[in-house]
């Protein structure tokens, strides 16, 4: 499997992590004071980080499944 390849496999679960991310960033900003506005500028900011991802994903050819898919744990 060569690094483009790799990618193809591994972007589709840094989108993932990153929505698992947004949303738990959404759900605390409202416990967050002050700070919530910011809160939801990360989770906004994220959603552009994948934006990104998604466009790199479809130039290297679009999701690429392990043949040994495994789970795993963050």
């Known amino acids: 499997m ?3 390849e790799k990618l193809r496999v591994l972007i589709p679960h840094w989108i993932e992590h990153n929505e698992e ?6 759900r605390r900003a409202g416990t967050a004071g002050g700070a919530g506005p910011e809160i939801l500028a990360a989770a ?4 552009n980080v994948n934006e990104s991802l998604a466009a790199a994903l479809e ?10 898919h495994h789970n795993h744990s963050h």
């Open 44 to 47: 906004d900011a994220m959603a």
């Open 2 to 4: 060569n690094e483009q």
């Open 21 to 26: 991310h947004a949303n738990e960033f959404r």
């Open 59 to 68: 130039k290297l050819g679009g999701a690429l499944d392990r043949p040994h």
